[in-house]
């Protein structure tokens, strides 16, 4: 019995083993050969909701372009921010910047030589530590007083990691230091912290000094930035430049491009954000950058052109350097021509 058993068995397998290999061969062939055999990728992004990748890929021996959706890239383009939201993308300009306001002027006379969306009150990021800066160092404050980072200055606004670990120490001149070279967010909020009366007297401070320059349409809640409800217009941010540029060590710190600071004994080195600092064809006064979602690329700055001090603000630029594009098409067009307002 066991002896026929077998050779129903064999018989029962030997004739379906050729379904089953063409089978496995017909499902073999419809799988995807894209992660087998792809030569070379390129990336297009068509919208900031839908990512495509297209591929060239080997099949048979022949080369075919293929184009897939993905659900996300690293590469994809920055999200909508405030500026766009409002419609401000839209605005056109004759130096097709790429950033939703800026506003450019002639420090010595005033004299307003380009501008756009310029009275539009929009976030601006780590450009809040300018005014940071400003309120510390007219506050007359002991500069070599130690501080220490507490569970108190951690990111709960963005989740943004930091450089500092809770329990790290530095001296007050040292946190404004790195706070506006390399926007250091836990170093804006120890230095806010540690003022007379807490951060809520700090901010408070803040818009004082706001309403004694003149910024009307500028507001500030906390001292690093991280909020989208820290808001000031372009033409805003130059009475803030021009403030901030009296201050000799303002000036320093924010264009020192290394700085070596040591936390509980461990040396830790910090550049700035801002590469055009390290340019020796920029000759740089006072600059800071910022950057949250909501904000777009932002970027301030007091430079030397053709002999004059000229103040720009640029604020929600798209792309990680436009920014700086925007700072030199905006150099080029001084240099090359009569600006005209």
């Not at 297009?44 to 372009?65: E, Q």
């Not at 990021?125 to 130690?146: C, G, R």
């Not at 603000?313 to 990680?320: E, T």
Request: aromatic share 6%; charged share 25%.
């Amino acid at each position: 019995m066991t002896k026929i058993f077998r050779h129903v068995l064999c018989f029962f397998v030997a004739a379906i083993l050729p379904a089953t290999l063409v089978l496995a061969s017909a499902t073999e062939s419809t799988k995807p050969v894209l992660k087998k055999r792809v030569l070379h990728k390129r990336i297009i992004v068509k919208s900031a909701s839908t990512n495509f990748v297209k591929r060239t890929i080997i099949v048979n021996g022949k080369r075919r372009v293929i184009t897939e959706r993905v659900a996300s890239l690293s590469e994809s383009i920055d999200k909508p921010s405030v500026g766009d939201l409002a419609g401000l993308k839209h605005t056109q300009d004759r130096l097709a910047l790429q950033s939703n306001a800026a506003f450019i002027v002639d420090q010595a006379s005033s004299e307003v030589l380009f501008e756009k969306n310029s009275g539009v009150s929009l976030p601006i990021a780590s450009i809040t530590k300018l005014m940071t800066s400003l309120v510390v160092v007219e506050s007359n404050p002991d500069m070599n007083e130690i501080i220490e980072i507490t569970t108190d200055d951690l990111d709960k606004e963005k989740g943004t990691s930091s450089r500092l670990k809770i329990g790290a120490k530095l001296s007050r001149a040292d946190m404004l230091h790195i706070a506006l070279m390399s926007s250091e967010n836990r170093a804006a909020s120890a230095l806010g912290r540690n003022y007379v009366g807490g951060l809520p007297a700090f901010v408070a401070a803040m818009n004082a000094k706001a309403a004694e320059l003149g910024m009307t349409e500028t507001h500030y809640v906390d001292s690093s930035g991280l909020s989208s409800h820290n808001v000031a217009s372009a033409r805003d941010l130059v009475k803030l430049i021009d403030a901030a540029y009296q201050h000799p060590l303002i000036r320093e710190y924010s264009t020192d491009s290394k700085y070596v600071v040591n936390p509980s004994g461990h040396p830790l080195q910090y550049s700035t954000t801002n590469r055009l600092v390290a340019n020796p064809s920029w000759d740089i006064g006072l600059q800071k950058t910022g950057y949250i979602a909501e904000a777009g690329r932002c970027l301030v700055m007091r430079a030397m052109i053709e002999g004059r001090a000229i103040v720009m603000v640029f604020l929600d630029s798209k792309g990680k350097y436009s920014r700086l594009a925007d700072a030199g098409r905006i150099r080029k067009w001084l240099e090359t021509a009569k600006p005209q307002a």
